[in-house]
């Protein structure tokens, strides 16, 4: 049985953990979530779930969520907050696996404190990833933990890995949609607005990734996780723009074999992989082989998507390079969504963000957190002087 303490349950990724476990309750019991500011939607899972403790990002949010279940008579559940209280989560004794699904690095530490306690963990939250990769890899070694990717494509190149070993691996191939404007003409990309860039052809997701996918910028992290997570260098890692999104990822031997993982586009199936690894389990989630009957491939156009030239840059400088690209786009793309700054504003302030970012690795999370800070700083003013 796998007890599970989720990370982000209120999320996109978190809700279909949750499915999940709905489906499958022989399998799967929760323990403990973390939500962040939907009070409502984290009432609604204690009542449904009953975990041991939950977290809400800050003390009101965690005020509101009490007096909702004192209101309700529903009693024994321990509720924190904050990054101690998602440190919590991720750490209670009976959770014996750890989905990392919160968005951006406010789901770094509970993510290193869960590796520190020896739990496995399913990961999604990429950005945490790209900022500590190195880090956590390192930790999950030395604690012999298994990190498993949750993001579809690294997922799939989890799948295809088996089919090999590490070092017969000659690439790695991930494939993008392109997003709503793969096809858009250079010179209309100043008036996308916020409802487009929303609107994802192929897959329903939360807010910052679904512009991170608009941007490619989504494609430029992945590539950067897929290095830390596989441990390859970023130039045997290559972007194929498929819009179809039938085949989530290739891994390419060096005998010249392509392995390649298709599946429905729904994030339940590697959701479910990742929980039940090393094991297959039954599910409905089939997939339609008429699916086979179009399936295209072209290469990235940097020159309408610089946010992935910028991240095959940083993830080639490694260390604050790849933590300032991340938070600068954080802090870009709220802007965008608040309709401060236009779409293309968004590669200009990572780009001088990145200018500004010195070449060091830090080594501890406290360091990273320190570039992070520091980086988001930079961006708001590169953001101010407009
Ligand atoms: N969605 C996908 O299909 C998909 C695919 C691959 C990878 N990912 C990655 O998975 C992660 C989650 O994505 P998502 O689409 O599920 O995002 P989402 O729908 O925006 O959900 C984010 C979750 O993080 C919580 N959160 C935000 N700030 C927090 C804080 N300060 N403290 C605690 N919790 C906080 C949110 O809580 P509230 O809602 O309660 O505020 C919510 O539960 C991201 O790193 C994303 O890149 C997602």
Redesign the pocket.
Known sequence: MKHLAIL???????ESTLRIVETYPERFTVVSL?????VE??FAQCQRWRPRVV?M?DEPFAEALQARLRAAGITGIELVYGTAG?VRVATVPEANFVVS????V?GLEATYAAIMAGKPVGI????CMVAAGEILMQAARQRNVTLLP???EHNAVHQCMRGGAPQEVRSIWLTASGGPFRTLPLENFADITVEQALKHPT?V?????TIDSATMLNKGLEVIEACRLFDVPAAAVKVSVHPQSTIHSLVQFVDGSILAQLSVTD?RLPILYALTYPERVESNLTFDMSSLAKLEFFPPDFARFPCLRLAYEAAEAGGEHCIALNAADEIAVEAFLQKRISFPAIPRTIEQVLRQTPHRRPSTISEVLQADASAREIARSVLAAG
Not at 8 to 14: E, K, L, N, P, V
Not at 101 to 104: E, F, H, T
Not at 124 to 127: C, G, H, P, V
Not at 205 to 209: E, L, T
């Open positions: 982000g349950s209120t999320g996109s990724i978190g973390a939500a962040g500011r939907n939607a984290a977290s990002a998602t699904a919160i968005v951006g406010a999604a939250n990429k950005e949750i993001d579809s897959w997701m939360g807010q910052r990734i994030m």
